[in-house]
């Protein structure tokens, strides 16, 4: 074995420049899925964690039919109380949940007293709020106390709607909301600061303390719009959500219908699609690599056997088995994509190195949020480049390989 | 015991519509530890002769045996095995690997076909290089040897894994005068020393008095029914 290797590698090194300039193409490309693998990676779990991670959380459970009319923030799809007691028991029985908070989501109208404008409120439990959405604090500008993310009688504005009013924090604002029956009520609250905007659902919303929201639309008894719900390790996201789905898909209505709904951030937010569309683009970046290795060590073995015919013919005269013929052949396109596998993994893993050293700055939607990324690109996607290109090239070898052990040394030796 | 044997042994060759007779009916035996020549003009069907010994063809008719074996009945595998361990061969253009150094050259056969240890290959290259007297260039590569430094590179490589015969097809066709008289001579020496079977081709008169035996061909037939001349 390293004797077909070690003469394999010298026949490669015998034409430098083909040998080097496809190494360098095979190299390039290696690089090309590295770099983008970590630019994209990266890039989606900052915007990923972004959303989770200071909006959505990420899973929501929601009366059944909330979800289908989200956008109107509807008041007659909320979960009682009594239901609520039970999902919140069973939420911190199940395995995985790190924390969950539940939310009274509504509109109401905003006045500084001069002007009115509209304004879509989160009615929270601060602290467990923050065991939902970590990083919420994170996007509060300007805070009234930074210890305390929200206190009974105040309130979080949108970014968008404070600076359009002109109000900041420490001002008086009034809110006025409608309730389920149509009754109207207003009450006064303090600005605790300023929540800066994000793209996507929720992204511009106010948040004020549940039991505010629960005396301003006049509940007799606490209902709640959404629960969202952290768990503890994201990769194993869809298992926690069907180990919940698990438990309240058999709780019905007297009618047979589900009670509730659970719904993952992927089908919360449209930026799953673009998460999406980052792996099919890798994707295609690492079909490309396949293409260019297949062709590149493809094309140098066809021309390596057909100059070395009459050699060839010499080994086989002389005894060489065909299968050893084969052997040296595909050898040589292995060490061809060896040799540029690893040119690749070192370049791409450096040009993510200095990427990490620079940093990189990407400005993303229409709100010029800037994602600060750090590239990096797991090892086990280094090696699952490296492997592609070596069983490429293998895979490329094989054809002009067995032609060359199918020659007869006959017809090799007459070759000119 | 004859190491070769023909009997009644035929070569034609289709190109096309029409078909080349390059050996008709051809039977000859020649003994072990012979020095033997086939000469003829060019397209007499030396090398198609050379061939067949060398278990790199197969006959149209007849039966060719060398050292014991029918070479019709084997397949490739088997053929290119027993190429391996019963023959040596020496080409005319020398044909050494350009990748490869003298010594490394020579080592070749025992390492990629014999399949031997190192402590088995050196001291067997060491004493084909010393005897051929090349010893002293094992470091280098062909591209830095004339040509009849790379003819004795190629008759060491040939020796070195211990063969009952040397095929060897116009093995000075390459060389001057003097040079291929002693890759000839050497050849001789060899015979002598290691008691191998040398069989080569040759249209150089010269040359062809060497031998101790030859055979004279022209259009493929044995042109002294005698088979052998000189010496036998
Ligand atoms: N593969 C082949 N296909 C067709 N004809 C062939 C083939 N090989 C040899 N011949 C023909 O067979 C005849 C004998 O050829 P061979 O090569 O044995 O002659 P030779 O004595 O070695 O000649 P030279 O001295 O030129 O090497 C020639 O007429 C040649 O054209
Ligand atoms: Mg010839």
């Not at chain 2, 040509?147 to 390459?174: F, H, I, M, W, Y």
């Amino acid at each position: 074995m390293i004797k077909v290797m070690s003469l394999a590698i010298r026949n490669l090194l015998r034409y430098k420049r083909r040998t080097l300039l496809t190494g360098l193409l095979i190299a390039v490309g290696v690089l090309a899925v590295i770099v983008f693998t970590g630019l994209s990676g990266s890039f989606k779990r900052a915007i990923v964690g972004q959303i989770t991670d200071s909006v959505l959380s990420h899973l929501q459970v929601h009366k059944k039919g909330y979800m289908a009319s989200i956008d109107n923030l509807p008041l007659d799809r909320m979960i009682p109380e009594k239901p609520y007691n039970k999902l919140s028991g069973i939420l911190s029985d199940t395995r995985g949940v790190a924390g969950f908070s539940p939310r009274i989501k509504f509109g109401a109208m905003l006045s500084n007293f001069a002007q009115t404008t509209n304004v879509r409120l989160n009615g929270i439990d601060p602290e467990k709020e923050l065991t939902a959405v970590p990083l919420l604090p994170s996007r509060i500008k300007d805070p009234k106390d930074p210890d305390v993310l929200l206190a009974p009688g105040q309130v979080l504005l949108p970014e968008i709607l404070a600076k359009g009013m002109g109000v900041g924090t420490g001002d008086t604002v009034v809110l006025v909301a409608n309730n389920r029956d149509g009754s109207v009520n207003g009450m006064t609250f303090e600005v605790a600061g300023v929540v800066e905007s994000l793209m996507g659902p929720g992204g511009r919303d106010g948040y004020l303390h549940i039991d505010d929201a629960a005396a301003l639309l006049r509940m007799e008894t606490i209902e709640i719009s959404e629960v969202a719900v952290r768990v503890t390790d994201f990769d194993a996201l869809t298992d926690v959500a069907g180990r919940i789905n698990q438990v309240l898909s058999p709780m019905v209505t007297p009618k047979g219908q589900p009670v509730f709904e659970v719904h993952t951030w992927q089908q919360l937010t449209p930026f799953y699609n673009v998460v999406r569309m980052i792996d099919l683009m890798t994707l295609g970046i690492k079909i490309i690599l396949i293409a260019v290795v297949l062709i590149s060590v493809l094309n140098v073995m066809i021309m390596s056997v057909y100059e070395r015919v009459k050699e060839i013919g010499t080994l086989a005269a002389m005894g060489t088995q065909p299968s050893r013929i084969m052997a040296l052949f595909v050898a040589e396109g292995f060490c061809l994509g060896l040799a540029g596998a690893v040119a690749g993994a070192v370049l791409g893993t450096g040009a993510l190195w200095i990427l990490n050293l620079t940093g990189v700055e990407v400005a993303f939607g229409g709100a010029g949020q800037v994602f600060e990324l750090a590239p990096s690109v797991a090892p086990g996607e280094v090696l699952s480049a490296c492997v592609i290109v070596l069983l490429v090239s293998v895979i490329a070898s094989l054809q002009p390989a067995a032609k060359a052990a199918a020659l007869e040394p006959v017809d090799a030796l007459r070759h000119v | 015991m004859d190491i070769v044997t023909f009997e009644n042994v035929s070569k034609t060759y289709r190109s096309g519509e029409t078909t080349v007779t390059a050996l008709g009916d051809v039977s000859l035996k020649i003994p072990r530890g012979m020095f033997t020549a086939f000469v003829g003009p060019s397209g007499s069907g030396k090398t198609t002769a050379l061939n067949l010994i060398g278990c790199l063809d197969q006959p149209t008719r007849g039966t060719v045996t060398v050292a014991g074996q029918a070479i019709g009945s084997m397949n490739r595998r088997q053929s290119a095995a027993f190429r391996g361990k019963h023959l040596g061969f020496v080409f005319q253009d020398f044909n050494l690997l350009p990748v490869l150094t003298v010594h490394e050259n020579v080592e070749y056969p025992l390492l990629m076909i014999q399949d031997l240890s190192k402590a088995q290959r050196k001291p067997a290259v060491e004493k084909v290089l010393t005897a051929v007297g090349m010893a002293d260039q094992a470091g280098k590569y062909p591209a830095q040897l004339s040509g009849g430094q790379k003819q004795r590179v190629a008759v060491a490589r040939a020796l070195v894994g211990n063969p009952a015969l040397v095929l060897a097809d116009e093995p000075t066709a390459n060389l001057d005068g003097a040079t291929a008289q002693k890759v000839i001579d050497l050849m001789k020496r060899m015979r002598d020393e290691f008691g191998i079977t040398f069989i080569f081709s040759t249209h150089d008169p010269r040359i062809m008095d060497q031998a101790d035996a030859f055979f004279h061909m022209e259009d493929g037939r044995l042109k002294d029914d005698a088979a052998t001349g000189g010496a036998s």
